[in-house]
Every structure is written in structure tokens, then in C-alpha cells.
């Protein structure tokens, strides 16, 4: 599968901005530069050749600027996120990186800037590997009032949070939002499935007091964690249900699992 993330989805992100269709500014940038470029004109000119806003154009023509979207657009291409497939490495960080959005870490709603819970396995956390994989720089943020460590991006992280949310990762408080799980997980490779549902009990799964199972407690909407469970079952062959708060992994499971305890 392929256009997991593609230049016009993640263009809209950036809708009702300095420019309403934020795709449109986009299409109107490429034409106008690349008449610039053909025929060596100015603001003025191409403006009136192509019909378009000479105050848009100058910014792009006369003094290099571009809409906010183009430049993520680069950014993202630069970073292999765009038009990446499952079995891209940089998908691998990108699909980890969602998983724990989902289970810990957070996406800003104002500037889209994405925060990634560093877990109780410290330097072994997967957060390190999915963020060197997606190309990702980052800084470790600690000291956070008894809250667990986070991981944030230290350069591109605002285009990340989009492409991101473009991928199904929650934008904003997650306990004011009626979740699903990515819809890029129907049908995806084994592998790409298997990560998901181990990045996530990696952050959410504690071990069951008094028992061997583990157990996975969050206030979300119940289709969620019915999904969520079920995707966990599929992945590791059975044996987690759903009870009227939480969901129990059992024991033989959590065994299997013991590496993310």
C-alpha cells in the first residue's frame, strides 16, 4: 500500500491558516515559481500571465517565500515521511510514534507539536528507536513534576504532529475526543500491527495486583477499547478480554509479553 501519507492530506492540515484551501496555495506556488522560473519574470508579470493575487505572488517570487503547507510538504519529503509504504523504515518510527500518542504522549492543537512519553524501561523505551528511524532529532525533557520523562522533536516537530495526525494519531486532549484506532492497521502487514500493539502495552500495560496478568486502564469511549482488544487478540493469539473498566491480558500472554514489563 502506498500514500500512507501524501502531499494533499497533509497540506490540509494546514486549512483556515493564512490561506483557506490550503492545498489550493500550494498548486497556485508550484505554477507561479515555475512560470517565473520558465519565462524570468517577476511578481507583476506572472501575476497578470497566470491571473493570480500579485500581493501572493510577490512574497514567492520576489523575496523566496512559500505557504506554510509547501514547506511542510519539503520537510516531510526530506524526512522519507511522505508516500512512505509499510515496510519503509521511516513507516516503522512513524507507526510507533503513533502508538504512543495513542497510549501516552500527546499532539498539541494549536501548533501541532508532538510530545512522546519516555516509559518505565528509561533508555530502553521504544521511543528512541522509532524516533531514529523516522529521522527524527529530539530532546529529553525530565524534571517534569513526578510526570514521566518525554521525548520531544528538536527540529521538524510541528510538520511531525501533522503527519502525525494525517496517520490517526489524536490531536489535542485525548480524554475530550471519541478515539479510533488508525485505519492505516486494516489490512496492514503482521509486522506493522505487531509494533503498534507493543509500543502501546509497552506505555499501558501494568501488571495486575496480585496476578500474573497485565491490565490496561484508560477513560476512552468503549468502541475504542473494544477495538483496541481486539486488535491486542489478533496479534497475540487470544487470551485478553475487556471487562467493565479495564482490559486483562492473561497470564500465559503477559508471559509472552515480558519484555515490555
Known amino acids: 500500500m502506498t500514500d500512507l501519507v501524501n502531499e494533499q492530506v497533509l497540506a490540509h492540515t494546514y486549512d483556515g491558516g493564512s490561506y483557506p484551501d490550503a492545498w489550493e496555495a500550494v498548486e497556485q506556488y508550484r505554477r507561479a515559481t515555475r512560470y517565473a522560473s520558465k519565462h524570468n519574470t517577476k511578481s ?5 500571465a497566470l491571473d493570480l493575487p500579485r500581493s501572493r505572488l510577490r512574497t514567492w517570487i520576489d523575496e523566496d517565500g512559500a505557504p506554510d503547507a509547501m514547506r511542510a510538504i519539503e520537510t516531510a519529503r526530506d524526512h522519507g515521511w511522505l508516500n512512505c509504504e509499510y515496510d519503509d523504515s521511516e513507516f516503522a518510527g512513524l507507526n510507533a510514534l503513533v502508538a504512543n500518542v495513542l497510549s501516552g504522549g ?26 531514529e528511524l523516522a529521522n527524527v532529532p529530539y530532546e529529553v525533557v525530565d524534571d517534569r513534576d513526578g510526570r514521566a520523562d518525554e521525548a520531544r522533536p528538536s527540529d521538524g516537530g510541528t510538520v511531525l504532529g501533522r503527519v502525525l495526525a494525517v496517520l490517526g494519531a489524536p490531536v489535542g486532549p485525548k480524554a475530550d475526543q471519541r478515539l479510533e484506532l488508525p485505519a492505516y492497521l486494516e489490512g496492514a502487514p503482521e509486522d506493522v500491527r505487531e509494533t503498534f500493539v507493543y509500543s502501546y502495552l509497552e506505555n499501558r500495560a501494568i501488571p495486575h495486583e496480585g496476578k500474573d496478568t497485565l491490565t490496561i486502564r484508560e477513560e476512552r469511549n468503549r468502541e475504542y477499547l473494544k477495538d483496541l482488544t481486539q486488535l491486542i487478540n489478533d496479534v497475540t493469539g487470544g487470551g485478553v ?6 482490559i486483562v491480558i492473561s497470564s500465559s500472554i503477559a508471559r509472552e509479553l515480558g519484555t515490555i514489563r
Not at 123 to 131: K, M, N, Q, T, V
Request: aromatic letters at 8%; hydrophobic letters at 30%; glycine letters at 8%.
Open 44 to 48: 507583476g508579470a506572472t501575476a497578470s
Open 106 to 131: 500527546s499532539i498539541t492543537e494549536r501548533h501541532y507539536r508532538p510530545m512522546f512519553t519516555i516509559n518505565h524501561r528509561g533508555e530502553d523505551s521504544h521511543i528512541f528507536d522509532a524516533l
Open 241 to 246: 478480554q475487556l471487562g467493565d473498566r479495564d
